[in-house]
């Protein structure tokens, strides 16, 4: 669908017009995927949202533009998510997209994955390794995809990927003889 | 044991118990959000507009180039009307190209303010005419307080175009990313709704107080006393001078921890 959106864009030379209903139509088509995906990015669907927020609103802002010099926005959001969710992101709450949660933060929500060691451990991972694991097992990109999207040398994917590898493995015998 | 964990991996992220339920308001907040992100941009330029010709110059491009970018807000003031020639134009705008003399097709207002310069540095891959600036070496290479050259936290996009010393380095989460002109690894990353909120140097530089790429972190924690290495993405440290901005420190992978990169980060909402 979203894909549609753009290839339609590509052959409106007089994308000005079209752009409102279309950045509209492709919020739309693309919310629930990116919610998701944002999700599992942040490791709560709060602070995903806030994060599909903060990056949808930036790239709606120039979106012919990024229509234009990207040719796949959807893909240009994931990636721009899994970077701005890494390092400089300032969590802030806002309006929430998401429909079941408080708008309180005083309680955290509890996550219905709570009692999955897994993403527990998932999500005691360090952004940078939490962000090569979902890149490479969620959007299922090669190592060197990762390393494009993220900017980083190919290298250091490999080791983060390893790194992020041993500690859920460890993290998970732990659970497993703690619970046996 | 490596097949085990990566299938549950594969299967913990098919879980439904991913998906969030979207409100129905969503799409309008989005599409309002980014109508505030566009419409606070348009105000910079136009604030840019009134400082000098040379700024102008920038903005009237930058103007170009919002015309194309969808209208989320109202039209801007210095709206063009759509026509065979002006799409090309704004084609060009929108990769970044700047073109310091209108087109004829542009309203008056656009014309009337033709500034004095010729053309500017271009940087389109395409069919523009490129006139080349030789690149310019920074040679102050002081980091902070506010800024960094004729580079300045919180500056316009149109200021910093202006400078003819930042090159387009694509986007990064809604934030644009430029490269400071014969300064390899540096990057300004020029958020819509703080303008510029970060400057990143990997060489060339060195902070007022002496630390500079391959500074160990023990100077740095000398020369810097508050400094704080708990947080999550970078250690960092206040910047003396500037309540409003902290520095950043990379250091390398190995045991001697050296100062590999240094940011001075403003108030910004970019990726990294």
Not at chain 2, 79 to 98: F, L, M, Y
Not at chain 2, 217 to 246: F, I, L, M
């Amino acid at each position: 669908m979203a894909m549609m959106v753009s290839t339609h864009l590509a052959h409106a030379p007089k994308a000005g017009e079209a752009s409102v209903d279309d950045f509209g139509e492709f919020v739309r088509a693309a919310l629930p995927g990116l919610l998701r995906y944002g999700h599992a990015l942040a490791g709560n669907p709060h602070d995903g949202a806030d994060l599909v927020q903060s990056v949808l609103e930036k790239v709606g802002s120039r979106w012919t533009t990024v229509v234009r010099t990207t040719g796949d926005p959807l893909a240009y959001v994931r990636r721009a998510m899994a970077n701005t969710n890494i390092s400089h992101w300032r969590r802030r709450r806002r309006e929430s997209l998401c429909a079941d949660l408080p708008e309180t933060a005083a309680a955290p929500q509890p996550d219905a994955f709570d009692n999955e060691p897994l993403w527990q451990a998932l999500r005691a991972l360090p952004q940078r390794q939490r962000a090569v694991i979902v890149l490479r097992y969620y959007e299922g990109l090669s190592e060197a995809e990762i390393a494009q999207t993220l900017k980083v040398s190919p290298g250091t994917v490999k080791s983060q990927a390893s790194k992020a590898m041993a500690t859920l493995r460890t993290r998970l015998s732990g659970t497993t003889e703690e619970g046996r | 044991m490596d097949d085990d964990l990566e299938d549950e991996l594969k299967r913990l992220f098919e879980d439904e118990r991913l998906d969030v339920r979207v409100s129905p308001d969503a799409e309008r907040t989005v599409v309002a959000g980014a109508r505030r992100v566009r419409r606070r941009r348009t105000a910079f330029v136009t604030a840019a507009a009134v400082v000098s010709a040379g700024v102008l110059a920038a903005s009237t491009v930058f103007a170009v180039r919002e015309q194309g970018t969808a209208k989320l807000a109202e039209p801007p003031t210095l709206a063009i009307t759509s026509s065979s020639t002006t799409v090309s134009t704004s084609e060009q705008a929108a990769q970044g190209t700047s073109v310091a003399q209108p087109p004829s097709t542009e309203t008056t207002k656009l014309n009337t303010s033709t500034p004095p310069s010729g053309k500017k540095e271009t940087t389109s891959s395409s069919t523009s005419p490129r006139t080349s600036v030789p690149p310019t070496i920074i040679t102050n290479k002081v980091l902070g307080p506010v800024g960094y050259g004729p580079f300045r936290l919180g500056m316009s996009e149109a200021e910093l175009l202006a400078t003819q010393l930042a090159e387009p380095a694509g986007d990064v989460g809604g934030c644009a990313k430029y490269e400071i002109k014969g300064i390899a690894g540096s990057a300004l990353y020029y958020s819509p709704s703080y303008g510029l909120g970060l400057i990143v140097l990997t060489s060339n530089v060195r902070t007022p107080a002496g630390i500079t790429i391959g500074s160990t972190e023990d100077q740095v924690r000398n020369k810097y006393p508050d400094y704080n290495d708990t947080v999550v993405s970078h250690p960092r440290a206040a910047v003396p001078g500037n309540s409003t901005a902290v520095y950043e420190f990379t250091y390398s992978a190995d045991e001697q921890r050296t100062v590999t990169g240094l940011t001075l980060m403003g108030t910004q909402d970019c990726a990294g």
